[in-house]
């Protein structure tokens, strides 16, 4: 008789996608948007604005290189960490205030 050993359970693939992201997040610093997973890896949380962000690196993806990270689909006055509560209402009403002024003044030209 043969004996069998139990074999550890291995974690799934991370989509490379997902992969390629957790790296850059990583090496880059802005790791707040990730998890562990059950097998200790680090996933990015489902489900948060933060997560559905897109970093891109010049340099064939080497951060550690030089390479400048630059992140797509992204409102300034959400992703600066910096800022605070009542700097992003302000934010908020001038950006508002300056559509509204924006749409008045190609209507008056009509």
């Known amino acids: 008789m043969?004996?069998?050993?139990?074999?550890k359970a291995k974690p799934?693939?991370?989509p490379t996608g997902?992969?390629?992201q957790v790296r850059m997040?990583?090496?880059v610093g802005h790791d707040f948007a990730l998890k562990d997973d059950a097998f200790g890896r680090k996933r990015l949380a489902t489900?948060?604005?933060e997560a559905r962000r897109v970093y891109e690196v010049s340099n064939s993806g080497h951060t550690a290189t030089g390479g400048i990270v630059r992140v797509r689909n992204v409102d300034p006055l959400?992703?600066?960490?910096?800022?605070?509560?009542q700097q992003r209402e302000a934010g908020?009403?001038?950006r508002e205030d300056f559509r509204v002024s924006a749409q008045d003044g190609s209507s008056r030209w009509r």
């Open 18 to 20: 997902e992969a390629e």
């Open 47 to 49: 489900g948060t604005l």
């Open 78 to 85: 959400t992703s600066i960490t910096s800022l605070s509560r």
């Open 92 to 94: 908020m009403r001038y």
């Open 2 to 7: 043969s004996k069998k050993t139990a074999q």
């Open 12 to 14: 799934p693939k991370l």
């Open 25 to 27: 997040r990583t090496q």
